[in-house]
């Protein structure tokens, strides 16, 4: 993206200190380092920064319209709504494919959105190692709205927490040892004392929820939501709460945002930076150039369910068509300048909506593959995850939260 820049991280590229940086995760963090961690991060241009934040709040204004939840209110699976639903979702994650425009200049296209968190930990952390073991300029950030290392850690927690004693706030997760993104609940626990629990574990007493904690019952103020619901169904997870109970806690985020900001919200979305998408129900016909849509499940995660060979023979042959979208595919495009070729990237740019929507950090995944993803990238190297720096004051300055 910036080549002087591109260069100097390249030559100076160390194979062996690349190997004590990926060691030193790891071994901090009980060999929880799953997926994973690219030899490069991404060095944004102040045009392309600057698009990706465009692109950004261009998809928040689709979200703060007045009639939002009533157009998403079907999103929601049967037996699936939890009570005491909040009145937007607390994090948002919008994930963008860099791509060429019809005039050959670099330009984010939207992939997907979760009303779900990232790894917000993880991320903050990431950077910091970064910067210990290669040369990132000073003047690089991968933080938005004036925040740095210290003051995004800080606003944070507090979101988090709020004014409840960290030992009162559960990360609820589904077998969180065993998660791959684990080394994110440990980095939570230490960074803000939030200790993570296994869904099948809560204690349900009346209107309260518990954790146990050595041989004593901690009562649930507040519980940082990062269980997949299609993984509890997949798994027929069994709670002692009822989703649709009224409980004594505060959500953060609420799970019914999984649901509402999701697939199901990319065909509301119109923008230059938005594919066309539909919902399969409300085709009368098909595009006349069907190989280049992919057909996706509305709920799914992790890329399952679907189908990139596009057929007016499989699309008719779907019963349950308003379980169903149909996106136009897009290329992404060479970027990154690694030894070998060029990487392909998607950035995932960060939101936590407290008071505002603030877009706050970013998550970069690299591909050389058909697709990102493990699958696409066996035996590769400058692949997998990692962060997006862009010139902190003044380029790709800050778009404001209405526009």
Sequence with gaps: MIPEIR???NAAFDQKRYEAFIQDIDR???????FRVSETPLFLSGELTRQLIEASYEVMAVLRQSDYKEKAQHAIPPGMAVANEDDHTTFLQIDFAICRDENGEFIPQLIELQGFPSLYCYQHYLQGKIRQYFPIPEDFTPFFSGLDSESYKTFFGKVLLGDSDPKNVALLEFQPEKQKTRIDFYLCEEYFGIRPVCVTKVIHRGRKLFYRHEGR??????VYHRF???ELLRMNVQTSFRWDEDLDLKWVGHPNWFFKISKYTLPLIHSRYCPP?????????YPSDLENYVLKPLFSFAGLGVEIEVTRQLLDSIKDRDNYILQRKIEYAPLIKTPDEYAKAEVRMMFVWDEEPRLVNNLLRQSKGKMMGVDFNKNKTWVGSSVAYHRGGGQGAEIPAGG
Excluded at 28 to 34: D, I
Excluded at 217 to 222: D, K, L, V
């Design 7 to 9: 260069d100097k991280f």
């Design 28 to 34: 901090s963090y009980k060999n929880s380092l799953e």
């Design 217 to 222: 019952e901690i009562p649930i103020e507040r």
């Design 228 to 230: 997949i619901f299609d």
């Design 277 to 285: 998408c539909y919902y399969l129900q409300d085709l009368t016909e």
